[in-house]
């Protein structure tokens, strides 16, 4: 079994930065491509960065975040990172950490097998 577990979130006001933590337990973080989502209060969970294979790894953003959030993966750590700057209050959420098993990238929710436990960021005003 296979357990994800975030860390890093917590309160930061806007234009600061956060460098969220996602640890794989069971499994090298090197067997999976991991993308991060997130969900705000009364809305749907949104995909904010991934993963895929493109000859080498390489990372892809949801518009609203390019330019600001960087993933990362730390294979001597088994970590992967999200470093998010300039924040924003609109970038308030829980945010998690999937990975899934395929061999393609994607930005489906429905397509990744594990997840974290989600870690709240709030941003304010």
């Known amino acids: 079994q296979v357990q994800l577990v975030e860390s890093g979130g917590g309160l930061v006001q806007a234009g600061g930065s956060l460098r969220l933590s996602c640890a794989p337990s069971g499994r090298a973080i090197s067997s999976f491509l991991v993308g991060w989502f997130r969900q705000a209060p009364g809305k749907e969970r949104e995909f904010v960065a991934r993963f895929s294979w493109s000859g080498g790894l390489t990372a892809y953003y949801a518009d609203s975040v390019k330019g600001r959030f960087t993933i990362s993966r730390d294979n001597a750590k088994n970590t992967v990172y999200l470093q998010m700057d300039s924040l924003k209050p609109e970038d308030t959420a829980v945010y998690y950490c999937?990975?899934?098993?395929?061999?393609?990238?994607?930005?489906?929710?429905?397509?990744?097998?594990?997840w974290g436990q989600g870690t709240q960021v709030t941003v304010s005003s």
């Open positions: 999937a990975a899934s098993t395929k061999l393609y990238g994607t930005s489906s929710s429905t397509d990744y097998n594990y």
